[in-house]
């Protein structure tokens, strides 16, 4: 088996090429991650991930999804590189979007009535559905689906794939999957 046909093995093992097809046929916005795997200690996701090029315009994307931001007046206590914490005192400092003046990262929260996490990097925001299994399910899918229609205001800020990665299972990556 040479090292392609391996990678595909892999990208393929927890779902055929029929169900993923399936599912980007359903899915208009959210695209299939297949995890790393190993040591990256990542998990399989449905995501999307919508560009945003200022902190005005990560305001109104939020306002838009109704996702509450808190924002700082000043810089809230940070972690200090090289200083140890215990996992609750490092818990105790707030995530800051980077590229903004002290706005919190989301985190869990809700678009609709769906529980969903939400990251920002400093180019996009980064949302999954809520999803308890490191697999992704028809639950899971389902979820997705219910988002949906709260982002097709922001279809033109999509960006597909989320991340440049193979690892993201829709046709801009691997084209069979839109045939058949």
Known sequence: MTTGERKLAYLFQEHSIEEVRAWNRRLKYFRYFRAYG??????DSLDVAIAWGGEEEL??????LEIEVVAHSTI???PVAGVSYSRAEYETFPA????TRWLEQPGHTRIGESPVFVWCLKDRIMISPKNDSPDVEESTVA???AIEPH???LADRIIDPPRDTDHYLCVAKHPPLGSG
């Open 38 to 43: 190993g040591h990256a200690n990542d998990r």
């Open 59 to 64: 305001q109104t994307i939020f306002r838009q």
């Open 76 to 78: 809230p206590p940070q």
């Open 96 to 99: 800051l979007i980077p590229g």
């Open 143 to 145: 979820a997705a689906e």
């Open 151 to 153: 982002l097709t205001v």
